[in-house]
């Protein structure tokens, strides 16, 4: 068994200020279960908790805490797109599974926020809306067709001039863009605990601190084990993504390297001023726009904006990336003066390798059937928190013997990556490139 990482949480914003995580046992002993469901992020809770809402017995694995993987560690924004892809190319990928994904992606956001509200959960939610502003003529033009596809789709989406744009978000740095109403951002840890207490109280047994060391079909069913207990059931959800080799790295080699883990840095300030705050996304929406070096922001729930970025060399504990983050926040709002970060963290986004190596030909998702009653997913690109919440609604209808063509999963067999430790060493090295094409497009 390899142990990558420590069960330990880096310097974060959500950390400090989430209600604290509930006690969950070691998984120590054999039980028996209708589904097993390896890893405690969104996907894996949210699946829990729809299978146990449809009376199966669950029990949930999680090699750290609920939430401690990139679940807890993103900036929370409720994104209802894809990274990069318009909804035709989705439906030229996967045909008529394509129209179906689409609509799942579309209602994504709404019904992250609808569970949270349904359950009373205490997670910052705010259904704000959600801004991707164009930073090139050339992005608002895309900006354009994609707001088209989606609004026939039905999706509540519109296209904003420059001069609109600058008065939703207080700059001039864009050329226009679409607004999506039904996303906005979360506290991401405060869900994750929070979907944590909802499984636990619907009665599904969580343990954690078990991280699962092997996993085999057998007869009718599947089992996994830990290093001090094992779960047998009939089906089977491997819901780690870009995790899914940190801690063990036997546990599924052929999805673990179907996906490039990526560093991704989070920060937030120190609170703002109210008189400032009032000129800088007034009406509270997440924003990420459309470089492909990360540019977003957003506020959270006590006056500090959030935002970050990738880094070839961070530096000790972000420092490089951090001072990187506040040039653009001035450069982006002057009327920010002054101002300091007071929480850096990172976690790992599960990018695809085209996606990754090829930035104009953004990467799928990737869905899978693991023969019998298994199932997995992986390679969210950055827009994982809505897409998470609703996939668990989907793989507990895959569990329960809905057809596959009515549910919105496109699934597809596992591409491993021989280069997969190569290309994650130097994918940082990626950075200057996408800096170079978003400068050819300005």
Same mark, same amino acid.
């Given at each position: ?13 959500? /950390? ?37 809402? #449809? ?50 992606? &579309? ?31 050339? =992005? ?11 609004? *026939? ?24 863009? @679409? ?11 405060? $869900? /994750? ?45 491997? *819901? ?10 036997? $546990? ?10 990526? &560093? ?18 007034? *009406? ?7 470089? =492909? ?16 970025? #990738? /880094? ?38 599960? @990018? ?16 899978? =059937? ?7 997913? #992986? ?6 928190? *809505? ?41 940082? $090295? ?13």
């Amino acid at each position: 068994m390899s142990a990558a990482l420590p069960v330990v949480w880096p310097p974060s914003l959500w /950390a400090s200020v989430s209600p604290p995580p509930m006690a969950l046992p070691i998984l120590d002993s054999a039980e028996t279960a209708d589904v097993v469901i390896i890893g405690a992020g969104f996907t894996g809770l949210s699946s829990a908790i729809h299978l146990r809402e #449809a009376g199966l017995d669950v029990v949930l694995v999680e090699a750290a805490e609920p939430g401690w993987g990139a679940s807890g560690r993103n900036n929370g924004q409720v994104i209802p797109t894809l990274s990069g892809h318009d909804p035709s190319g989705v439906i030229k990928r996967y045909g008529e599974a394509g129209e179906r994904f689409n609509l799942l992606v &579309r209602d994504s956001a709404g019904y992250l926020f609808d569970l949270v509200r349904r359950y009373a959960i205490a997670a910052e939610a705010e259904q704000s809306g959600w801004v991707q502003p164009a930073h090139s003529p050339g =992005r608002l033009k895309r900006s354009e067709a994609r707001t088209r596809e989606w609004q *026939a789709l039905g999706a509540p989406v519109d296209l904003l001039d420059a001069s609109a744009m600058a008065d939703m978000l207080g700059s001039n740095a864009w050329f226009g863009g @679409m607004v999506n109403s039904s996303g906005g951002h979360i506290n991401p840890l405060a $869900l /994750a605990r929070g979907l944590a207490q909802v499984a636990a109280g619907l009665g599904v047994r969580i343990y954690a601190r078990s991280p699962v060391t092997s996993h085999a079909r057998q007869g009718l069913g599947w089992t996994i084990a830990t290093a001090s207990g094992s779960v047998k059931a009939t089906a089977l959800v491997l *819901a780690t993504n870009a995790y899914t080799g940190e801690f063990t790295q036997g $546990l599924m080699p052929a999805i673990a390297t179907e996906v490039i883990p990526v &560093r991704s840095w989070q920060m937030s300030t120190t609170p703002i001023s109210d008189n400032v705050r009032k000129s800088i996304i007034p *009406a509270r929406q997440a924003m990420s726009d459309t470089h =492909r070096e990360l540019y977003f922001a957003r506020w959270d729930a006590r006056g500090r904006l959030i935002t970050g970025g #990738a /880094a070839i060399a961070p530096g000790a504990g972000g420092v490089h990336v951090a001072k990187h983050a506040i040039e653009r926040l001035k450069r982006l709002w002057p009327q920010l003066g002054d101002i300091e970060i007071d929480h850096v963290w990172n976690g790992y986004v599960g @990018m695809t390798p085209e996606n990754l190596l090829r930035p104009e030909i953004p990467g799928f998702p990737r869905f899978h =059937r693991l023969g019998p009653s298994g199932y997995a997913w #992986a390679g969210c690109n950055g827009r994982g928190v *809505a897409l998470s919440v609703i996939l668990g609604r989907d793989i507990s209808r895959a569990i329960q013997g809905v057809p596959e063509n009515e549910l919105g999963l496109p699934f597809s067999e596992p591409s491993p990556r021989i280069l997969q430790p190569l290309i994650r060493r130097i994918a940082p $090295l990626a950075l200057p490139y996408y800096r170079y094409l978003d400068r050819q497009e300005v």
